[in-house]
């Protein structure tokens, strides 16, 4: 088990630089862009100190500013793209300038809650619709359809019929208005009713469709045969299959758990959940040719899915392991 969680942790660990990398070549080029706006608009009094300064060593006005000037406002700007992602990473969950109304916290608590009963609802549908399509031949070509249909749709269609059919409906219009800073159990868990639903609709046939593929191979093989030969019951063979196949399965939900994190995102910032999507939306804007780049706001909720998205992988790779054959898990 050791080995597994190694290797786990380090390609976790590749991934996390990965990011990194990214996230801090973004970063800098957006540093540039302001610092040289910054440049084109010094008043007179600013521009002809630098001038004077950037003679007395020989320096190009305009280089100068960018190598003295401006790294103390965009510390960034003097940094390799490595580490500047990893300082705004750092600094976004631990060290944020955040001005705005509605409390981080609650923004992650929403969201994690909408990603996780939003599984749980795929789990719970998904194991029985799978189980009977094995069944059903048109049963499992509908499911296969389905998921070729909705993994070609994205998600904000599905909330856009939604949202017109509140509208239309006698239903509340505070369902599509936002949620804002509500902290109300209830009031939160009806306004999450529709981005669910969406979420649902489109990340299940894929579900569905991934389960009875992993079940149908495993009922085939020769042991599933050998002990429904030496007549166990049927319940307790497929409690044989699910314990075969969930090694596998867990490393598929790891994915889908992933898959769904980004659909939360998308609902969320469509439908003013409030949550981490909506503030990605407020961390990065555009507006005609100008763009503004909010990096305590925009990289927070990538550093908080890179914090989440450990714990998860984490899990997983334990309950792998022990699940697997040799593992130390019970025998079903």
Do not use: C
């Amino acid at each position: 088990m050791g080995r597994a969680i190694f290797r786990a942790l380090l390609n976790y660990l590749l991934l996390i630089l990965l990011v990194a990398v990214i996230s801090g070549i973004g970063i800098k080029d957006y540093s540039f862009y302001r610092a040289d706006m910054d440049f084109s608009l010094l008043p007179s009094a600013e521009r002809a100190v630098i001038e004077a300064n950037a003679s007395s060593v020989g320096m190009d006005p305009y280089d100068y500013y960018m190598r003295f000037v401006a790294p103390r406002d965009y510390p960034t700007l003097v940094m390799n793209p490595l580490h500047a992602g990893l300082y705004t990473l750092h600094h976004a969950l631990f060290k944020p300038d955040y001005d705005y109304p509605i409390p981080r916290r609650l923004m992650v608590a929403r969201t994690l809650a909408l990603i996780l009963l939003s599984e749980v609802t795929i789990i719970l549908i998904g194991f029985p619709l799978a189980k009977l399509a094995l069944k059903k031949r048109r049963l499992r070509s509908a499911v296969r359809f389905l998921a070729r249909v909705f993994n070609g749709l994205p998600v904000w269609a599905v909330a856009a019929l939604f949202s017109l059919l509140v509208i239309m409906s006698a239903l509340p219009n505070y369902l599509i208005n936002g949620l804002g800073t509500s902290t109300s159990l209830t009031r939160n868990l009806a306004y999450m009713a529709f981005p669910l639903i969406s979420i649902v609709l489109v990340a299940l046939w894929e579900f569905v469709e991934a389960l009875v593929i992993l079940l149908r191979d495993e009922f085939g093989k020769e042991y599933v045969r050998a002990k429904r030969a030496m007549g166990l019951p049927e319940r307790r063979v497929e409690r044989h299959v699910l314990r075969a196949v969930m090694p596998s399965f867990l490393g598929f939900l790891f994915q889908h758990f992933v898959e769904v994190s980004t659909l939360a995102l998308v609902v969320d910032a469509f439908f003013g959940l409030f949550g981490l999507g909506k503030m990605l939306q407020w961390g990065f804007r555009i507006s005609g040719d100008l763009y503004t780049l909010d990096p305590d706001v925009f990289f927070y909720p990538i550093a908080v899915f890179m914090v989440v998205n450990f714990f998860v992988l984490l899990a997983v790779t334990v309950l792998s392991e022990l699940l697997a054959p040799g593992g130390g898990g019970v025998e079903a």
